[in-house]
């Protein structure tokens, strides 16, 4: 969940909160609004009415009388036990054999020398009757308000994030790391996004500077050591031909030469990895895949004949690749079947299928080998990682990264499964555009 949607979703899981407390609270506060509007409304007519005593005198005053449906009486009347009144409260009047409830104002005063008492009563079903209205009003106008708080809660992240967004697509994901490229600022009124652009790029520059020393010293190394070790070997050839040689010493010359021989394969294969990280190939061939697969099985089969493993290939059509270099993707396949081929048992099998699922083209290479263990699965693409070292193979480490440099190079991308004494399965999944049925 990226970080537009955690604020979006924070910000409306809130508003819906307070919303829940709102409405939870909402006839409460309706009631007290509508009693406090009433109570208010009684003291107004209270005060019209002592004005109109005072202006035409109290006479035509004292007397009680109901409306037609009783929501609504006034009562003036001498007060004999001289009691001091001046309250608003609920109370339960009988008229005419119903019992109604009021919510009634009562108020003491003297005029003449006389005490009288004024009542002003409301019905309390009249004051619950537009309870309900106000409170559909009160919600609707707060379901659009938070609606609109919402709405503009999207807009105002997604202009605020939006550098962000840019900042990740042209920096990190929309260049070949580490090839950065030439800055281009990110327009933003945000310092701390002006901060991190700056700061990636930065960065970015120092990784790149570091990998292309590393590529040029691969290179320009991998180039100065075959000169010395081709002399070397034609020296070794030359002596082979004396024939004043002990055969002890013609047995060291030949540990010699092997020892020169698995140097130059070395030094041949970082040079080929470097050539590849610096896109030093074209990726201008075609080919069908069954053609690739079977040049591929004809340079190893006499390997799988000396371990008797069987191998199987199934595929679910002529795929034609396009757009590649068909020598580094020979490596590519030659190096993982040629794995298979050296960590497997003897009478074993390697299986080779390919499928189209989720609109994606894969080819999967399957193993009945050793395995590979949990903890060594994060590393076989490491430079010089040897792995499965009880084999006693001889092996550099470097077959691997041969195979995820083709990969990357090609936007294969690469998923390994295995599990110990079972088998591995290497699965390469194509991109579409390297793919003509």
Do not use: C
Not at 157 to 174: D, M
Request: glycine letters at 4%; aromatic letters at 10%; a neutral charge.
């Amino acid at each position: 969940m990226n970080l537009k949607t955690k604020l979006t979703l924070f910000n409306t899981i809130s508003k819906l909160v307070i919303v829940t407390i709102f409405v939870l609270l909402l006839p409460v506060l309706i009631k007290n609004i509508n009693q406090n509007f009433t109570d208010n409304k009684l003291v107004k007519q209270k005060n019209k009415v002592l004005n109109l005593i005072r202006t035409s005198g109290i006479k035509d005053y004292v007397y009680a009388a109901y409306s037609p449906l009783k929501e609504e009486y006034y009562s003036l009347y001498e007060d004999t036990l001289g009691d001091y009144l001046d309250t608003i409260k609920n109370e339960k009047r009988k008229i005419e054999g119903d019992t109604i409830a009021y919510r009634v104002l009562s108020y003491s005063f003297t005029i003449e020398k006389k005490n009288y008492i004024l009542e002003i009563g409301k019905s309390i079903d009249t004051i619950d009757e537009t309870t309900t209205p106000l409170q559909n009003i009160a919600f609707q106008l707060l379901l659009g308000m938070v609606l609109l708080t919402i709405l503009a809660d999207i807009v105002y992240s997604y202009y605020v994030l939006r550098p962000l967004g840019q900042i990740i697509k042209t920096k990190l994901i929309g260049n070949k790391f580490p090839n950065l490229g030439s800055y281009k600022k990110v327009k933003t009124t945000t310092s701390d996004f002006e901060y991190l652009d700056i700061s990636i790029h930065k960065m970015i520059e120092t990784i790149e500077g570091t990998f292309q020393k590393e590529r040029e010293f691969i290179s320009n190394a991998s180039h100065e050591l075959m000169t010395p070790i081709s002399i070397l070997q034609s020296k070794i050839e030359n002596m082979f031909e004396r024939e004043d040689i002990a055969d002890d010493f013609k047995a060291r010359l030949l540990e010699m030469q092997k020892t020169l021989n698995r140097l130059k394969s070395i030094t041949k294969t970082l040079l080929l990895i470097s050539q590849i990280e610096n896109d030093q190939f074209l990726k201008e061939d075609k080919i069908q895949l069954p053609v690739l697969l079977q040049e591929v099985y004809d340079e190893i089969s006499i390997r799988l004949q000396e371990k008797n493993i069987s191998y199987e290939s199934t595929l679910s059509g002529v795929w034609t690749l396009v757009n590649v270099n068909k020598f580094l993707l020979f490596n590519l396949f030659f190096n993982l079947v040629n794995n298979a081929v050296k960590y497997n048992r003897e009478n074993g099998q390697i299986k080779i299928v390919t499928s189209y699922e989720n609109n994606a083209f894969t080819i999967s290479i399957i193993d009945t080998g050793v395995g590979i263990s949990p903890e060594a699965l994060p590393f076989i693409f490491d430079r010089f990682k040897k792995m499965r070292q009880s084999l006693k193979q001889d092996s550099f480490g470097l077959g691997l990264p041969i195979v995820k440099s083709i990969a990357a190079f090609h936007n294969i991308k690469i998923e390994v499964v295995s599990e110990k004494d079972i088998g591995t399965t290497f699965r390469l999944i194509l991109p579409n555009f390297l793919i003509e049925i």
